[in-house]
């Protein structure tokens, strides 16, 4: 067989045309790719990191925006005006009305020696925002990473200065404020582009083994702040009462003794002046000393008589009784 004889067998339609387009179809694709890979449109709470061959080139604000195709620059998204959480000793698995929690591979996490050598198992969370978006993707390496690093370290160290009675009860929330201010130092010195809302200490408990036996601990300890709390209100209910009691007591015997002392001047005082005028006329004073008291004694004998010296003449003296008790 020549070769004048041989042909090539047709093509089918299909093929003839797309060969025929090629070129068109090559740059359609080309440029639906460019336009796919250069429009991007950014949240309102987020903030644009264009990225020129890998190099910072400039931040960009929410809204459509477009960066050079063919990944020539890239974006990075930078959720600035969204409040981010890191979870330690658990992980939220679904969120809803009924949150469901996953624990067991994270106890690592949340178990710590106290001060005093005990073992506490503390959950926490890290509220936190992304202040500065180049700070935050520059500055460290793996910035979310090493803020988890940062926030146990800092925890470790608080919890490690406490006594796990503390850690349980009456210093949770000055451990939660400490753990805050200290990161937030540590962020500002590493310049992570991070500001700490707060840290908060959801859950805190002896290790599983010592729980029931810390609880009974605990449970004597709040009784005895009990029992210190009904006495000192005893206390303070009775003691004043008592004092308030001595005080008057003292109050009325100086009110005695300053009547007696009153009674005692003025009799003595009246001694005086009695003395002076029998000094002055002893027979005058003697006679009204002495009428004075008749005066006062007679009254006071029921029946009386007068005799003479003699006894011989008994004079009945009327009835100066009967007349002292109708006048009386």
Not at 194 to 215: E, G, M, T
Request: aromatic share 8%; charged share 25%.
């Amino acid at each position: 067989m020549s070769n004048k004889d041989f042909k090539m067998p047709d093509m089918p339609p299909e093929v003839k045309l797309i060969r025929q387009h090629l070129l068109k179809i090559v740059l359609g694709v080309l440029v639906l790719f460019g336009l796919f890979t250069s429009i991007h449109t950014i949240a309102p709470e987020e903030e644009g990191v264009v990225l020129r061959l890998g190099e910072y080139s400039r931040t960009v604000q929410p809204g459509l925006n477009f960066i050079l195709p063919f990944g020539i620059e890239e974006m990075n998204k930078i959720p600035v005006q969204r409040q981010l959480k890191l979870e330690f000793g658990f992980r939220t698995v679904e969120s809803g009305q009924r949150t469901q929690y996953s624990k067991a591979p994270y106890v690592d996490e949340s178990l710590m020696l106290t001060g005093d050598l005990n073992i506490a198992d503390v959950e926490w969370v890290v509220q936190y925002r992304i202040e500065n978006s180049y700070n935050y993707l520059f500055r460290v390496r793996n910035a979310e990473e090493t803020l988890r690093v940062m926030a146990e370290s800092v925890v470790r160290k608080i919890v490690g200065d406490r006594t796990v009675s503390e850690i349980l009860t009456v210093r949770r929330q000055d451990v939660a404020s400490r753990a805050e201010q200290l990161l937030q130092a540590m962020s500002d010195e590493y310049e992570n582009g991070v500001r700490i809302d707060q840290i908060v200490l959801q859950d805190v408990n002896p290790p599983d083994p010592v729980k029931a036996s810390f609880n009974a601990v605990n449970q004597a300890e709040q009784q005895r702040e009990t029992l210190i709390n009904q006495a000192e209100s005893e206390y303070n209910r009775e003691v004043p009462r008592a004092r308030g009691e001595a005080r008057q007591i003292v109050q009325v015997a100086e009110g005695f003794a300053f009547n007696r002392v009153n009674d005692a001047l003025g009799e003595a005082n009246r001694f005086n002046s009695i003395f002076a005028e029998y000094v002055a006329a002893p027979e005058v004073t003697k006679q009204r000393i002495y009428l004075e008291t008749m005066e006062t004694i007679l009254p006071k004998l029921g029946n009386k008589v007068i005799v003479d010296e003699q006894g011989n003449n008994v004079l009945p003296l009327l009835n100066i009784d009967q007349a002292q008790r109708r006048a009386n």
